[in-house]
């Protein structure tokens, strides 16, 4: 975390500086509360894939729709959540191969009873995170091409309005036998029906979710021990949240504009110093011949634009009309230095 080492201009530097608070990660489902099971099940065809849901303290809406498939007879495909801590979400298989698939369904992605939108914001969030905490797949049948899961969630997003979408992603690569792992899928790479991504308004009205997952091929017997232990779905967080490249931990400047918004008013003067384009790097009018040889980066400066550092000093308005000097620039990056 970074300190202030000295004053910057005056001493309200000691009072206007403020470490933002990162966007802390929404847990999605950690299954340590509402124990359910489905199985054996022996084959999509006969029965169907099974549905159980579970009303109680745990996952996110307080209800979770488990659903359960198993794509081969004989194998005897046991799915569980186990309800006690740690927590876990597990699948167990015996027989010699098989085609294992669930789905865990919250809000309105549920079907088995009426819909309750979750009506949570994601639009600070940069990911959605599954931990596998084991991944058991035997011995791969035939090859490379089989020898991985599949992850896929969805978002239903503004549910029940005429602006109401879903939108999804997935991971076909996740590897077949290890753990733990963290599988992440970027909010970036969602994509609705029509192969456009998500909006921060859209994002801020997340009603719906559901994750699949299943093996990506087949596999055979080879290992006594095999299953899948899906331990926490949660989204990332996003420790980074006005997007100016400096973490929000060591960001003394929330809400930063990059390029600035107010700063210069009248024109970038020579050795004045500014964000005027769309990267971290302040930028100056250079002066003719050598010149003073500076240089200054939102990094430096902890995060914090000229306007900012004009805000916190509570210079005069030469800095609004013209950019930072090289002497405000220079206390100001020695000033908050970790």
Not at 13 to 27: D, G, Q
Not at 93 to 101: K, R, Y
Not at 208 to 230: C, K, M, S, T, Y
């Amino acid at each position: 975390m970074r300190t202030i080492r000295q004053p910057l201009v005056a001493l309200a530097i000691l009072c206007a500086l403020v470490i933002a608070a990162p966007a802390e990660a929404i847990v999605i489902d950690s299954f340590d509360a509402g124990p359910q099971t489905i199985g054996p099940i022996n084959a999509f065809s006969s029965p169907n894939p099974r549905t159980n849901l579970y009303v109680g303290p745990g996952p996110i809406g307080n209800r979770r729709e488990f659903r359960a498939g198993e794509g081969h007879p004989t194998n005897g495909t046991t799915f569980t959540i186990t309800g006690t801590p740690p927590g876990e979400n597990s699948i167990a298989w015996t027989g010699p191969f098989g085609a294992t698939a669930q789905w865990l369904r919250y809000g309105t992605r549920i079907v088995t009873a009426a819909p309750q939108q979750l009506n949570v914001d994601f639009s600070g969030e940069t990911a959605i995170e599954l931990d596998f905490l084991n991944l058991a797949g035997g011995v791969p049948n035939p090859g490379p091409s089989d020898t991985t899961w599949f992850v896929q969630v969805w978002l239903t997003t503004k549910a029940g309005t005429v602006d109401e979408d879903t939108w999804s992603a997935f991971d076909a690569r996740v590897p077949f036998i290890g753990g733990p792992i963290t599988v992440s899928l970027p909010l970036a790479d969602f994509r609705n029906g029509s192969s456009i991504a998500p909006t921060a308004a859209d994002l801020a009205d997340v009603d719906g979710i559901e994750v699949f997952q299943g093996n990506n091929g087949n596999f055979q017997a080879g290992a006594p021990d095999r299953h899948v232990v899906l331990g926490e779905v949660r989204t990332a967080g996003n420790p980074d949240e006005d997007n100016d490249g400096v973490v929000d931990t060591e960001d003394l400047c929330p809400g930063t504009m990059i390029p600035e918004a107010t700063v210069p008013s009248r024109r970038l003067g020579t050795n004045r110093w500014a964000l005027v384009d769309a990267d971290g790097v302040f930028d100056t009018t250079q002066p003719k011949g050598r010149g003073p040889q500076k240089s200054f980066t939102i990094e430096e400066t902890a995060g914090c634009s000229c306007e900012q550092i004009i805000a916190i000093g509570e210079l005069g308005e030469g800095h609004t009309k013209f950019g930072c000097s090289i002497s405000v620039m220079e206390e100001f990056v020695d000033a908050v230095a970790p």
